[in-house]
T-cell receptor, first 112, second 114 residues
């Protein structure tokens, strides 16, 4: 799976949009971009994933650049409960694709 | 629909002992993966099971083993425990073993080795 690069930490004011970037310049054509988050000492929570089109669900939006070398996770109205470590993961579509390779993630701190 | 459950939630063992952790996937999910999380190494993949067969294995010593039952429930075993095995052990389930499907994680079992 391709390697991802994320900022170590970010701050966001409550109510504002949180934009979390991820670089995956070596991504292959059959690799998806997944986002998970982990609130302290809990299991990671799936947020969203995409291949090349932008995606939106009830939690967030995922913007993938046209060359697919980077992406941005957008939390439209961050709340204190969104404080967590956010992981960007690139995962291949293969016969044994269930393995997730986690990096160090971005620690998002949402403040009042 | 109930989520992924893991038992026990907390466990304290001493060096040299062995431990068995259990994971019940979401109903209908046939793929179960295990991960170890430590402050130093982060989240690392241990192994994955699908339909009672190990499909993928991470870079861990043979002391770490697992199995999956016909009802998709899974167990992992760590023998001859070492201090460095202290970690949060996470189980994740998914509906299929391939494709763009998401994995759902359980709350984890926190193992402390003294």
């Amino acid at each position: 799976d391709a390697k991802t690069t994320q900022p170590t930490s970010m701050d966001c004011a409550e109510g504002r949009a949180a934009n979390l970037p991820c670089n995956h310049s070596t991504i292959s054509g059959n690799e998806y971009v997944y986002w998970y988050r982990q609130i302290h000492s809990q299991g990671p929570q799936y947020i969203i994933h995409g291949l090349k089109n932008n995606e939106t669900n009830e939690m967030a939006s995922l913007i993938i650049t046209e060359d697919r070398k980077s992406s941005t996770l957008i939390l439209p109205h961050a709340t204190l409960r969104d404080t967590a470590v956010y992981y960007c993961i690139v995962r291949a579509f293969t016969g044994t694709a269930s393995k997730l390779t986690f990096g160090t993630g971005t620690r998002l701190q949402v403040t009042l | 629909k109930a989520g992924v459950t893991q038992t026990p939630r907390y466990l304290i063992k001493t060096r040299g002992q062995q431990v068995t952790l259990s994971c019940s996937p979401i109903s209908g999910h046939r793929s179960v993966s295990w991960y170890q999380q430590t402050p130093g190494q982060g989240l690392q993949f241990l192994f994955e099971y699908f339909s009672e067969t190990q499909r993928n294995k991470g870079n861990f010593p043979g002391r770490f083993s697992g199995r999956q039952f016909s009802n998709s429930r899974s167990e992992m075993n760590v023998s001859t425990l070492e201090l460095g095995d202290s970690a949060l052990y996470l189980c994740a389930s998914s509906h299929y073993d391939i494709g763009d499907n998401e994995q759902f994680f359980g709350p984890g079992t926190r193992l402390t080795v003294l």
